[in-house]
């Protein structure tokens, strides 16, 4: 099992690009989410997805698409990249359920927006 | 709502001292809590969670729901516990998001 995996594991874009994040599991996890990482504000929730079709907002969606058409993928969007959206990016999968608390987290991406 | 406090940044604590970790949660129902780690850039991994009520590598937890309180405990710090760690909260709804604390880093002195 290569567990989650996200690439790529670094970017620079320039302010108004546009590009995706991706992250796989092989674990055949339903939950799936992203986190921002950000020094002095700790993991910040940005989207989640509970199974295939079904995605919601986290604490700081705004900027941000996701989608899940499979269960092993969850790619996170970047519609206008803006200084701000400069962090490390998790994105993390578990089973569901409350046995399921367990986060798998993957490698992360490091995005820098100039 | 659910929020999870961990009141330090910054821990420094010198090699061989004991170490706590604070942990506070606001939540009105019976949660589970988690600690994460997080080594220097590496990616986050589960500590202990609460209702395993095991030590590992030399940390334990208690769950006080009476100070609604997870604070993380290692009698003897060592080099190699310098991490940023991470208490979390999930709620009695199994498919709702954990909930992080903002983190403190650890930093053990020799």
Redesign the interface.
Known sequence: NAGVTQTPKFQVLKTGQSMTLQCAQDMNHE?M?W?RQDP??????IH?S?GAGITDQ?EVPNGYNVSRSTTEDFPLRLLSAAPSQTSVY?C?SSL???A????Y????TRLTVL | AQRVTQPEKLLSVFKGAPVELKCNYSYSGSPELFWYVQYSRQRLQLLLRHISRESIKGFTADLNKGETSFHLKKPFAQEEDSAMYYCALSPNSGNTPLVFGKGTRLSVIA
């Open positions: 939950y989410s986190y002095g504000m700790g993991l910040r929730l989640y509970v986290g998790f993390a569901p359920g409350r399921g608390g367990t986060q987290f993957g490698p992360g």
